[in-house]
């Protein structure tokens, strides 16, 4: 079962932007998938790894689109980004330090997170860009 389903309000109508955010949704789910399966070979540390590396590139992408295009939440919306940056790195760093996770928090937190991002944030960013 997919932890975050695609819908199309989630597109901002910039493609690069879009295909990043339909590919970030698709790891997700596949690396939930991999770390939820009682045989998975994955480890925690290797799921919030590779998490936190691919929402980082895709941020770094969407920045720089916001910052060439003159947009004027870009200081908003990049700390939005920042917050959900530091709220995985302090899970990382809390499993580091008690070998305890819980997946389902973060698996909420991430749905939470992304599908309020995409229609709030990234649904105003769609609005810039279509004029």
Do not use: C
């Not at 932007?17 to 939820?36: M, P, Y």
């Not at 590779?50 to 908003?76: C, P, Q």
């Amino acid at each position: 079962m997919s932890l975050i389903e695609w819908k199309d309000h989630f597109s901002v109508g910039v493609p690069a932007v879009d295909h990043e955010h339909r590919e970030l949704i698709e790891l997700i789910n596949q690396l939930h998938d991999n770390l939820s399966s009682p045989d998975s070979d994955m480890s925690t540390t290797e799921f919030l790894g590779e998490v936190y590396a691919k929402i980082a590139s895709h941020f770094a992408l969407e920045e720089r689109i916001m910052r060439s295009g003159g947009y004027d939440e870009y200081e908003d919306h990049k700390a939005d980004h920042e917050r959900l940056l530091d709220e995985i790195r302090d899970i990382m760093d809390d499993y580091e330090q008690s070998e305890d996770f819980d997946e389902r928090l973060l698996a909420e937190r991430l749905r939470i997170w992304f599908t309020e991002h995409f229609s709030t944030r990234d649904a105003r960013l769609h609005r810039h860009f279509a004029h």
